[in-house]
């Protein structure tokens, strides 16, 4: 039986992901706007729904050491975390892919202080691109507890071995109830096949030694260069678990998600949930006329650079509206796909950089129209702009009224 | 009061096997090596070591191994962590029967006095606080000397480090007390912790051999003399071991359940035997002698020992 429908939230999602995973760890630590997750899985723990053992930890970052060495022991292990608790695990991230072990940690994207806010953005967990973790970004709370079944897949295959983040925007996803169909336990059992690990294990038999000093330099780069061919290869393992999923729920994911590319000649690449605003905004500019299309990057690490560069290649025009402001640089996302379109013999004319979404700021519609609008200029001139910071009068005017408020004027 | 050996009352009962194999990287005379060889004895080979970043990092080097058992290298702030991860991991495997339990094995924090006092401190404080069933050994070299020798929070008074070094303004070199991170630990209420000093090894096997008699945390703090750190010659490492306890400076004492039993009471020589042996105190006494600093040591020395006299064991 497949419960279609059923309303869930971006947590309860994940949370489902985690108990239909059916994890055998769940360390844990609150920060909003993540806590329903852990709430929701320490409830199911305690009530015996799901048969893991649920440990509330005392930071980030014994929480991320523990949730690698149970993976190290030979434990599914599942958890989640957000924002400053991203970043107080980091070393831990580095650490823990360093070890070649899998797991899933679903990060519920917030902006980072300072100043400190509770609303989304993607500084949090694209600071985390280079750790060593695979990245999937969703856009729906059905590919949220979709992702950490195919995250769990791939991280755990022979090929890859290395943990990976399912990443939601925090209220967006993570309290907004969508309709989610939920995967029926053995189906789930088929494309999931229980974690029973060969070549892991802390055990008396075979003992094993994790995470050992190399001291020199060509044991370092023979291991990290390691690490990268995995990471590379589950671009193949990540196409071979989508078939299967399509095949067993009906659900296809791609390393990268196309809206109405076919005859597209600006698109706008986007990621996460305000990518549905962008589908919205491109279907609205369409029926007004404009050839525009949109690229979701759904899979961050592995980069899968010739899904981008097939989906972007001569195009006129390509923007990226980046969620993350990097100071001093401007968008992360516009980098990696310039840099990637870089080599292409039939790149775009024009490569454009936005800046939008900070904190969880809304954007509207018009704004989308804006976008095109320089889009279409740019790609005429042959000339990219940006990076543009999404800031309208509106915007300006608030703040100037609260700086009067605050004293400083 | 002598305090009863139930297991360990003649060397030769310790036993024969080495658990840590010769041939690591570590510095010559090196006294947390031997805590560790002979607490390893005890604790056999179903072993696996949760480490922290210290100069034991540097036994497990790609790709050998001094240990029979597991190593897992964490960080320096989250071995406890790592300890949770594993002992858990391996409950939950053992009751889902996919693990056997004679696969079963110790799960042993490794890790200096830095991490210890310091940066894992509140790792430690929740792992104790959710009664992980762990050990917890600690070679204490009294500094950062992984790094190089730095101030940590065990440095003791009058030490000299890198990052406190003598001048002028602080003729003494250290001058706050080092942390009592025994009395830190015996707050959080563990069923067992106990001072350890490899120059007395029956006394350190038999707390090993009663710590694994024992569920929930386990400290094991073994004061490890460091010739690169202190400043001695390595050969003289038992003798700096032995006089830190003849002098009082290091008690050997144990907690169970929270009770204190001082395992071995010494006759007390001045605390200037054991100084004057090693360089980091050497300002001590060349080009002056600190006469008020000595004293100072002396008379903390001296209180200690009143009160032990005052509050006999129960
Ligand atoms: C987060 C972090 N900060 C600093 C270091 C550098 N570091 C490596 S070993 C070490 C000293 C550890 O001291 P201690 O715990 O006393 O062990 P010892 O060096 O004496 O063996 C330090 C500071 C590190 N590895 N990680
Ligand atoms: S520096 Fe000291 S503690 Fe570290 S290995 Fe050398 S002797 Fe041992």
Redesign the interface.
């Known amino acids: 039986m497949t419960m279609s429908g059923e309303l869930l939230t971006g947590n309860l999602a994940a949370a489902w992901g985690a108990r239909l995973a059916e994890v055998?760890?769940v360390?844990a630590f609150p920060i909003t706007p993540q806590t329903e997750i852990v709430e929701t899985l320490a409830g199911w723990c305690e009530r015996g729904d799901l048969?893991?053992?649920f440990?509330t930890?005392?930071?980030e970052?014994?929480?991320?050491?523990?949730?690698?060495?149970?993976?190290?022991?030979?434990?599914r292990?599942f958890t989640a975390t957000s924002s400053q608790g991203l970043l107080y695990a980091f070393?831990?991230l580095y650490?823990v892919a360093g070890?070649r072990v899998p797991l899933v940690l679903v990060n519920v994207s917030r902006a980072l202080a300072a100043p400190i806010t509770l609303e989304s953005d993607h500084n949090d967990v694209l600071a985390a691109r280079d750790s060593g973790f695979l990245q999937i970004h969703a856009e729906t709370c059905q590919e949220v507890l979709d992702s950490i079944l195919i995250a769990y897949r791939i991280a755990e295959d022979q090929r890859v071995c290395l943990p990976a983040i399912v990443n939601m925007d925090g209220f967006y996803l993570s309290f907004t109830r969508e309709p989610v169909s939920r995967p029926e336990p053995d189906r789930v059992r088929a494309f999931l096949p229980p974690y029973?690990p060969s070549h892991l294990?802390?055990?008396?038999?075979r003992?094993?030694?994790?995470?050992?000093?190399?001291?020199n330099s060509v044991?370092y780069s023979h291991f990290r260069y390691q690490m990268h061919l995995a990471a590379m290869n589950a671009l193949a393992v990540h196409q071979e678990a989508a078939d299967d999923f399509a095949r067993l729920f009906g659900r296809r994911y791609d390393l990268v998600d196309g809206y109405r590319l076919e005859d597209a000649e600006d698109v706008l690449v986007m990621s996460n949930a305000f990518a549905t605003k962008g589908k919205a905004a491109v279907a609205a500019a369409r029926a007004r006329g404009r050839r525009v299309g949109l690229l979701r990057l759904r899979v961050i690490r592995p980069w899968p650079s010739a899904a981008i560069t097939q989906a972007l290649k001569g195009r006129r025009t390509v923007a990226v509206l980046d969620q993350n402001l990097a100071p001093g640089l401007g968008g992360i996302l516009y980098q990696e796909v310039a840099a990637t379109l870089g080599g292409e013999p039939d790149r775009p004319r024009a490569l454009c950089s936005f800046v939008g979404g900070l904190g969880g700021r809304n954007i509207a519609e018009g704004e989308f129209e804006a976008i095109f609008a320089r889009m279409a200029e740019a790609g005429e001139r042959g000339r990219g702009v940006g990076p543009i910071l999404l800031y309208t009068e509106e915007d300006r005017r608030q703040m100037d009224q609260w700086v009067t408020i605050a004293g400083n004027r | 009061m002598t305090w009863p050996h139930e297991t360990y009352s003649k060397i030769k009962q310790l036993p024969l096997e080495e658990q840590v194999l010769p041939g690591t990287s570590l510095c010559a005379g090196c006294g947390g090596l031997e805590t560790l060889r002979l607490a390893a004895k005890v604790l056999g080979e179903k072993v696996v070591f949760v480490n922290a970043a210290g100069c034991f990092t540097l036994l497990a080097v790609y790709p050998f191994t001094p240990f029979h058992g597991s190593w897992l290298y964490t960080t320096m702030g989250s071995a406890p962590a790592g300890a949770q991860g594993i002992r858990d991991a391996l409950d939950v495997l053992i009751a889902k029967r996919r693990l056997p339990k004679e696969e079963d094995l110790k799960v042993v924090v490794l890790a200096g006095d830095g991490t210890t006092y310091e940066m894992a401190l509140s790792a430690t404080s929740a792992a104790i606080g959710r009664n992980l069933d762990f050990y917890y050994f600690c070679y204490d070299n009294e500094a950062y000397a992984n790094t190089g020798v730095q101030l940590s929070s065990a440095t003791p008074y009058g030490a000299r480090t890198t990052t406190s070094p003598c001048s002028l303004q602080h003729p003494a070199g250290t001058v706050r007390e080092k942390k009592d991170i025994f009395e830190i630990w015996r707050a959080h209420r563990p069923p067992y912790i106990a001072t350890l000093s490899a120059r007395y090894p029956l006394d350190l096997a038999e707390k090993l051999a009663r710590a694994s008699r024992i569920a929930g945390p386990k400290l094991l703090l073994a004061l490890s003399p460091c010739p690169t750190g202190w400043g001695f010659d390595p050969f003289q490492t038992p003798e700096v071991a032995r006089l830190a306890v003849e002098t009082g400076l290091w008690p050997l004492k144990e907690a169970v359940q929270g009770e204190v039993t001082h395992t071995y009471v010494p006759k007390r020589r001045p605390v200037e035997d054991y100084l004057r042996l090693q360089e980091r105190f050497r300002h001590l006494f060349e080009p002056t002698r600190q006469e008020a600093a000595i004293r100072h040591i002396q008379d903390r020395v001296d209180a200690y020992w009143s009160r032990v006299r005052a509050e006999p064991p129960r």
């Open positions: 055998d760890y360390p048969a893991a053992r440990v930890m005392d930071s970052h014994s929480m991320m050491t523990a949730a690698g060495a149970a993976a190290a022991a030979g434990a292990v070393e831990v650490t070890w029973r294990g802390f055990k008396a038999s003992p094993q030694a994790l995470g050992v000093a190399v001291l044991g």
